[in-house]
């Protein structure tokens, strides 16, 4: 072979080895950009990940809220008029007195029209959530539920404990407890 085609032929090999480079260069370029690209698409699979959880969290969060002043409304609704109920439960008992009074009496239709008005007030009272905690002589002394006036000596060893006499009616306005009940206790 002629110098010449060696030259030539060193030339192609050169020439076939810098494609070969440059093709790995190229292969290898590519594979950056896939690695770039996956790292890209990693980075905003994560972003969105955290906004999902982000969106989740604050949705939660308005629920509780919703539910939370749903329940408070519902609560101020209940107890909306207890100091108008509060303030008639004297009423309630000076109607309770005056038909032990008027039970006495002879003029028996002056009851009957004034038990009429009792009943139509407790009525009221009783559709506006009013009902009285029901105490009777003999019950178990419960200091959540009774309040105790005095305590005397139990007249026998079963009362001990035990509520011996209701001095005071009291009254739940739905489920609260608006006026305990006054209690002797016996001791």
Same mark, same amino acid.
């Given at each position: 072979?002629?110098?010449?085609?060696?030259?030539?032929?060193?030339?192609? #090999?050169?020439?076939? #080895?810098?494609?070969?480079?440059?093709?790995?260069?190229?292969?290898?370029?590519?594979?950056?950009?896939?690695?770039?690209?996956?790292?890209?698409?990693?980075?905003?699979?994560?972003?969105?990940?955290?906004?999902?959880?982000?969106?989740?969290?604050?949705?939660?969060?308005?629920?509780?809220?919703?539910?939370?002043?749903?329940?408070?409304?519902?609560?101020?609704?209940?107890?909306?008029?207890?100091?108008?109920?509060?303030?008639?439960?004297?009423?309630?008992?000076?109607?309770?007195?005056?038909?032990?009074?008027?039970?006495?009496?002879?003029?028996?239709?002056?009851?009957?029209?004034?038990?009429?008005?009792?009943?139509?007030?407790?009525?009221?009272?009783?559709?506006?959530?009013?009902?009285?905690?029901?105490?009777?002589?003999?019950?178990?002394?419960?200091?959540?539920?009774?309040?105790?006036?005095?305590?005397?000596?139990?007249?026998?060893?079963?009362?001990?404990?035990?509520?011996?006499?209701?001095?005071?009616?009291?009254?739940? #306005?739905?489920?609260?407890?608006?006026?305990?009940?006054?209690?002797?206790?016996?001791?």
């Amino acid at each position: 072979m002629s110098d010449k085609e060696n030259t030539l032929d060193e030339e192609f #090999l050169e020439d076939e #080895l810098l494609e070969g480079e440059t093709q790995e260069q190229k292969a290898g370029d590519e594979k950056e950009n896939v690695e770039e690209e996956k790292s890209v698409e990693e980075t905003l699979s994560e972003e969105l990940a955290k906004e999902k959880d982000k969106f989740l969290r604050l949705f939660a969060e308005f629920e509780n809220y919703k539910r939370r002043t749903s329940k408070e409304r519902m609560e101020l609704f209940k107890t909306a008029g207890q100091e108008v109920i509060v303030s008639l439960l004297p009423v309630l008992d000076d109607f309770d007195r005056a038909m032990k009074e008027l039970a006495k009496s002879d003029d028996k239709e002056v009851f009957k029209g004034v038990e009429l008005i009792n009943v139509k007030f407790r009525e009221t009272l009783k559709a506006k959530g009013l009902e009285m905690v029901e105490v009777n002589a003999g019950d178990v002394f419960d200091a959540e539920i009774h309040e105790a006036i005095t305590q005397i000596p139990a007249p026998d060893k079963k009362m001990k404990g035990k509520v011996i006499d209701v001095i005071e009616k009291g009254f739940k #306005l739905g489920d609260r407890i608006i006026r305990h009940p006054k209690v002797v206790v016996g001791n």
